[in-house]
Nanobody, 120 residues
Framework: QVQLVESGGGLVKPGGSLRLSCAAS????????MGWYRQAPGKQRELVAA???????NYADSVKGRFTISRDNAKNTVYLQMNSLKPEDTAVYYC??????????????WGQGTQVTVSS
C-alpha cells in the first residue's frame, strides 16, 4: 500500500508565502506524475500544478508566475512553493501521484489534504 501525506499548510496574509510538501511512503518502485489539486468550499476540485518524472510542469493559469512545483525523487516527495498568495487561493490542497509498486501496476493515489487559508 502507498500513502501520501501533505504538510506545510497554514494561515498566511495576502502577499505571503507557504511551501507545501507531500511525502509518499510504502513499497514504492517508481513515481511517475505528481501534482497538487485544491478544493474550496462549494467548489470543484481543480488542478493547481503537476510535474512529470522527467521534470516537465503544468500550472493552472491562476497560479502561473506565483507557484512553483518541484520534486525530490530520492525522497519520494513533491513540493509546491506558493508566493504572492491571494485570498482566492484559500482551499484544501491535495497531493496526487501515479505510483508503481513491486506488487501492482501503476495506480493513482490521493493525500488527505492540508488547509491553506489566506486572510488579512
Amino acid at each position: 500500500q502507498v500513502q501520501l501525506v501533505e504538510s506545510g499548510g497554514g494561515l498566511v496574509k495576502p502577499g505571503g508565502s507557504l511551501r507545501l510538501s507531500c511525502a509518499a511512503s510504502g513499497s514504492i518502485f517508481r513515481i511517475y506524475n505528481m501534482g497538487w489539486y485544491r478544493q474550496a468550499p462549494g467548489k470543484q476540485r481543480e488542478l493547481v500544478a503537476a510535474i512529470a518524472s522527467g521534470g516537465s510542469t503544468n500550472y493552472a493559469d491562476s497560479v502561473k508566475g506565483r507557484f512553483t512545483i518541484s520534486r525530490d525523487n530520492a525522497k519520494n516527495t513533491v513540493y509546491l512553493q506558493m508566493n504572492s498568495l491571494k485570498p482566492e487561493d484559500t482551499a484544501v490542497y491535495y497531493c496526487n501521484a501515479d505510483v508503481q509498486t513491486v506488487l501492482t501496476s501503476t495506480r493513482n493515489y490521493w493525500g488527505q489534504g492540508t488547509q491553506v487559508t489566506v486572510s488579512s
